[in-house]
């Protein structure tokens, strides 16, 4: 309950900000920092859509010291959330545009295929962030431990 506790404030209602600061896991996986330290970004350039280069991550944090590849084939684990995102995409823009723009179903897998290749960076992204945040924990303490 301890996590619980930390994100409700003002009479019970959850407080989103909160949420979005350093020392949080969403504030990791938005932005893409060091899950143990949030001071740094994991990869060489921000832009996703620089598809020869959206993988390129640093070998490890130069603030805090963690080797974000930890064993060899860490990330294959991204390939399920990388899954899980996409077919939430995909369910997403279905409903949309067949239900809120009332196309036909061709129209609408039509809408579903733009829709994961333009936001399929994104999405890999995303699920490396997830992924190394489901194994790593924010440190409050990682520049004590380096001394």
């Given at each position: 309950m301890?996590?619980?506790?930390?994100?409700?404030?003002?009479?019970?209602?959850?407080?989103?900000?909160?949420?979005?600061?350093?020392?949080?896991?969403?504030?990791?996986?938005?932005?893409?920092?060091?899950?143990?330290?949030?001071?740094?970004?994991?990869?060489?350039v921000k832009n996703s859509y620089i598809l020869s280069k959206v993988f390129d991550m640093h070998e490890k944090c130069s603030h805090c010291g963690l080797k974000y590849k930890m064993e060899p084939s860490f990330f294959f684990g991204a390939m399920f959330v990388s899954y899980a995102l996409g077919v939430g995409l995909g369910i997403i823009t279905f409903l949309v545009s067949h239900y809120g723009f009332q196309t036909n179903l061709k129209t609408s897998f039509v809408a579903i295929m733009l829709s994961l290749t333009c936001f399929m960076p994104i999405i890999m992204r995303l699920s490396r962030n997830i992924w190394i945040n489901l194994n790593i924990g924010f440190d409050k303490d990682w520049k004590e431990k380096l001394k």
């Open positions: 301890k996590i619980v506790n930390l994100h409700y404030q003002n009479h019970g209602k959850l407080n989103f900000l909160q949420m979005l600061k350093k020392g949080s896991k969403l504030y990791s996986i938005l932005t893409g920092t060091c899950p143990k330290c949030h001071e740094e970004s994991m990869y060489k």
